[in-house]
């Protein structure tokens, strides 16, 4: 198979580049500067990037169903429609845990949206959990005890949540029923141990590969519906976060990064072209 090409679309230095997601509507894609509480567009046809300063530290986010946007950050769940302002606050989930932060997520295949905390001071600290806010915008937390909630994602018939801690250097993957919310016990999916990075963002096919990025160690792999990690791709920076499918085809790589003092090209937003894979459309929040 053909290595990838890897190209830098834009040199933003992100401080903590995050959470892409393709728009196929708008033939955009969204992304987040968490620590530099900023949202961007991308617009592949013309290589603008357009900031918009929110105010808030937005780990995650999902496109609407009835427009605008659900963003997860710190403070938990706020609305926004770009363009008409500053986000609005909808719900704090751990109003007892001021110091944490929401981090990883998206939407499962019925519009429910899922995101992770963490601890903002000291991650190693397992302060964590992960939260469904369903459609009716009630909160449930389906994980606890989470040092750095990542690797978010659903298989392609939405029977299949993975989640991983980063810490734990272990993809886990969970039976899930959308409709009732009953998430299974966990068991191992990956164990990331072995490899260099360790286990970040994530985004699977329309053949059920999972594809995760390693963050400090300069890679995305891709791991088969059963567990075995059949690719392996180096990028040109030591800390990818998320890869997001995108374009017309969805047969494009979107990453982004995290800004490393002294790295060239680090905190910029990247695609992967000839990946020789297929990505589905992203669910939208159905609230």
């Given at each position: 198979?053909?290595?990838?090409?890897?190209t830098?679309?834009v040199?933003?230095?992100?401080?903590?580049?995050?959470?892409?997601?393709?728009?196929?509507?708008?033939?955009?894609?969204?992304?987040?500067?968490?620590?530099?509480?900023?949202?961007?567009?991308?617009?592949?046809?013309?290589?603008?990037?357009?900031?918009?300063?929110?105010?808030?530290?937005v780990g995650?986010?999902?496109?609407?169903a009835?427009?605008?946007?659900?963003?997860?950050a710190?403070?938990?769940?706020?609305?926004?429609?770009?363009?008409d302002?500053?986000?609005t606050?909808?719900?704090?989930v751990?109003?007892?845990?001021?110091q944490?932060?929401?981090n990883?997520g998206?939407?499962?295949?019925?519009?429910?949206?899922?995101?992770?905390?963490?601890?903002?001071?000291?991650?190693?600290?397992?302060?964590?959990?992960c939260?469904?806010?369903?459609?009716?915008?009630?909160?449930?937390?389906?994980?606890g005890s989470?040092?750095?909630?990542?690797?978010?994602?659903?298989?392609?018939?939405?029977g299949?949540?993975y989640?991983?801690?980063?810490t734990?250097?272990?993809?886990?993957?969970h039976?899930?029923d959308?409709?009732?919310?009953?998430?299974?016990?966990?068991?191992?999916?990956a164990?990331t141990?072995?490899?260099?990075?360790?286990?970040?963002g994530?985004?699977?096919?329309d053949?059920?590969?999972?594809?995760?990025?390693?963050v400090?160690?300069?890679?995305?792999?891709?791991?088969?519906?059963?567990?075995?990690?059949?690719?392996?791709?180096d990028?040109?920076?030591?800390?990818?976060?998320?890869?997001?499918?995108?374009?017309?085809?969805?047969?494009?790589i979107?990453?982004?990064?995290?800004?490393?003092?002294?790295?060239?090209?680090?905190?910029?937003?990247?695609?992967?072209?000839?990946v020789?894979?297929?990505?589905?459309?992203e669910?939208?929040?159905?609230?």
């Amino acid at each position: 198979m053909v290595a990838p090409r890897v190209t830098c679309l834009v040199d933003a230095r992100a401080q903590v580049g995050e959470g892409p997601v393709w728009d196929p509507a708008e033939g955009v894609l969204w992304w987040t500067d968490i620590n530099g509480r900023d949202m961007h567009r991308f617009d592949p046809r013309t290589g603008r990037d357009e900031i918009f300063a929110v105010g808030v530290r937005v780990g995650c986010f999902a496109l609407r169903a009835s427009g605008g946007m659900i963003l997860a950050a710190e403070h938990g769940f706020w609305t926004w429609t770009p363009g008409d302002g500053k986000p609005t606050h909808l719900i704090d989930v751990e109003a007892d845990r001021p110091q944490n932060r929401m981090n990883d997520g998206g939407c499962d295949r019925a519009g429910n949206f899922f995101a992770s905390s963490m601890h903002l001071g000291d991650p190693r600290r397992p302060e964590g959990a992960c939260w469904r806010l369903t459609p009716d915008l009630r909160v449930e937390r389906v994980a606890g005890s989470v040092h750095i909630g990542n690797g978010i994602a659903f298989s392609p018939d939405g029977g299949t949540f993975y989640f991983a801690d980063t810490t734990a250097k272990t993809v886990l993957a969970h039976d899930y029923d959308a409709r009732s919310g009953r998430v299974g016990p966990a068991r191992i999916f990956a164990d990331t141990r072995a490899l260099a990075g360790l286990p970040d963002g994530a985004t699977v096919d329309d053949e059920g590969g999972y594809w995760l990025a390693g963050v400090t160690g300069g890679q995305l792999y891709r791991f088969t519906p059963d567990g075995r990690l059949d690719r392996t791709i180096d990028v040109p920076i030591s800390r990818p976060t998320r890869p997001m499918f995108g374009g017309p085809a969805r047969d494009r790589i979107f990453l982004t990064s995290i800004h490393v003092a002294g790295e060239p090209l680090s905190g910029g937003l990247f695609v992967l072209d000839d990946v020789g894979a297929r990505g589905l459309e992203e669910p939208r929040f159905a609230g």
